[in-house]
Structure formats: structure tokens, C-alpha cells
């Protein structure tokens, strides 16, 4: 069973910055993927960055240039630094890993964290 756990969130000024780390532990086979997902008030869950098992990432365009998904192998740790955050990036972030296997897709979440920009 593979377990994420998400920390890192919270308030800050528009401008500023974080950095969410989701910890993950567990028995991993067939990894495709880690993300990041982000859930904003009355809105849709949204990927924000994913980082492939090869190492190919992909960023979201609204944080394009903002935020940076990265991975420590040693710590089983991913990573999303957050830079100059906006109101609009208030949300709920999830980590998110993706195992593929035999055409079998399996997603593991973490339970989110909250993070809150003002103006």
C-alpha cells in the first residue's frame, strides 16, 4: 500500500513563496508518474505539475514560471516550490501518485494541504 502525506501549506502575502513537500512510503512497483493537483473554492481539481517516472515534467500553465515540481529519491519525497503566489493559486493541494502496470492504472493520494494566498 503506498501512503502520501502532504505538508508545507498555509498563508501567505501575494508575492511570496512555499514549498509543499508530499512524503511518500510504501512499496512502489511500475511508478508513471507523481503530481501535483490543486482544488480552488467552487472549482474543479486541476493538475498543476507532473513529473514522469523517465523524468519528463510537465507544468500547468497558470503557474508556468512560478512552480517547479521536483523529486529527492533518497528522501521518497516530491516536491512543489511555489514562487510570487497569487490570490488564484488558493487551494487545496494534492500529491498524487500514478502506478501503471499491465494496463492497470492505480492512484494513491495524499489527504491535501491548504494553501492560502491573500492580497
Known amino acids: 500500500q503506498v501512503q502520501l502525506v502532504e505538508s508545507g501549506g498555509g498563508l501567505v502575502q501575494a508575492g511570496g513563496s512555499l514549498r509543499l513537500s508530499c512524503a511518500v512510503s510504501g512499496t512502489i512497483f511500475s511508478l508513471n508518474s507523481m503530481n501535483w493537483y490543486r482544488q480552488g473554492p467552487g472549482k474543479q481539481r486541476e493538475l498543476v505539475a507532473s513529473l514522469t517516472n523517465g523524468g519528463s515534467t510537465f507544468t500547468a500553465d497558470s503557474v508556468k514560471g512560478r512552480f517547479t515540481i521536483s523529486r529527492d529519491n533518497v528522501k521518497n519525497t516530491l516536491y512543489l516550490q511555489m514562487n510570487s503566489l497569487k490570490p488564484e493559486d488558493t487551494a487545496v493541494y494534492y500529491c498524487?501518485?500514478?502506478?501503471?502496470?499491465?494496463?492497470?492504472?492505480?492512484?494513491?493520494w495524499g489527504q491535501g494541504t491548504q494553501v492560502t494566498v491573500s492580497s
Open positions: 498524487n501518485v500514478v502506478l501503471l502496470m499491465w494496463g492497470r492504472r492505480d492512484d494513491y
